[in-house]
C-alpha cells in the first residue's frame, strides 16, 4: 500500500446541479458546498492529511452572473470568520493560492485576519485557490522568475515561482459530479498526481466519500513513468 497522501487537492463540483435537482436555488447549493467543506477539513486533519487544497474560485467564475457571485463572495467572508476559532482549535492553518487582489476587500481582510490568526497551525495546512486559474499561475511564475534575473528555467526552478511554492505536489485529485476534465486547476503540480473522479455531487460528498477515496489511492501503484521490478 501507498502510504497517506500528504496533499489532497479537490475539485468540489456539482453545487448547482445538486440544488436544481431540488428546485433550489443555485445560491442553496453553494451554501451547502460550504458546509461540506468543514466536513472534509476535519476528515482530512483526523487522518493524518497535511495539506488540502480546494478549487474555490477559478478564474473563469468572474463570468458567472454578477448575483451569484456577490453571493458567492458573501458565502466565502461568513466561512472565514465562522470558522476562525475552530480553525485555530483544530490546528488548522489557512493560506491561499490565486491572484486574491480581485476579491472583494471585505473578503481580502477576512482572509488576511483568518491566516494571521491561523498561522501557528500545525496539523494542517488548508489552501483555498480563490480567483484561481493554473495557466494564470504558470505565466505569474515566469514573470517572477524572469524579474528575480532568471535566464534559463528548469522545471525546479519555475516550482519556486508557482503560488503553490511552499506546498508538497499533491499525491491525489479528487473531482466530485463524475466530471473527467481538470478545469484549468493545478496542471504543473497534478504532473504525476493519482486521480479519482467520484460521481456524487459535492454537496453529498461525504467525510466518509474522502475515507474512502484516500483508501483508493492507498491501492495504486505508482512508478512515476519507470517500471517497477
Known amino acids: 500500500m501507498n502510504p ?11 453545487n448547482g446541479r445538486w440544488a436544481q435537482q431540488r428546485g433550489l436555488s443555485r445560491v442553496e447549493g ?13 476528515a482530512a486533519r483526523e487522518l493524518g492529511v497535511r495539506y488540502l487544497t ?3 474560485f477559478s478564474d473563469e467564475n468572474w463570468a ?12 466565502l467572508d461568513a466561512y472565514l470568520r465562522s470558522k476562525r476559532e475552530k480553525m485555530c482549535a483544530q490546528r488548522v492553518r489557512l493560506r491561499t ?19 494571521a490568526a491561523t498561522a501557528g497551525g500545525d496539523a494542517l495546512t488548508l489552501v483555498l485557490a480563490l480567483s484561481y486559474g493554473a495557466r494564470a499561475e504558470i505565466c505569474r511564475a515566469f514573470a517572477r522568475a524572469v524579474a528575480a534575473g532568471v535566464s534559463t528555467v528548469t522545471p525546479e526552478q519555475l516550482g519556486a515561482y508557482l503560488d503553490t511554492a511552499e506546498f508538497p505536489e499533491p499525491e491525489l485529485l479528487i473531482r466530485t459530479s463524475g466530471e473527467w476534465r481538470i478545469s484549468n486547476f493545478l496542471l504543473w503540480q497534478l504532473a504525476y498526481t493519482e486521480l479519482n473522479i467520484v460521481p456524487q455531487l459535492w454537496p453529498d460528498f461525504t ?6 477515496a484516500v483508501a483508493a489511492y492507498q491501492q495504486r501503484e505508482r512508478r512515476f513513468g519507470r517500471v517497477t521490478s
Request: no cysteine; aromatic share 4%; hydrophobic share 45%.
Open 207 to 212: 467525510a466518509e466519500d474522502f475515507r474512502a
Open 54 to 56: 480546494i478549487y474555490s
Open 64 to 75: 458567472r452572473p454578477a448575483e451569484e457571485v456577490e453571493a458567492l463572495m458573501v458565502l
Open 4 to 14: 497517506l497522501p500528504t496533499h489532497v487537492a479537490i475539485i468540489p463540483d456539482g
Open 30 to 42: 453553494h451554501r451547502r458546498g460550504v458546509e461540506v467543506v468543514d466536513d472534509i477539513v476535519t
Open 97 to 115: 493560492i490565486g491572484d486574491t487582489s480581485r476579491l472583494p476587500a471585505v473578503v481580502q481582510a477576512g482572509l488576511r485576519e483568518t491566516m
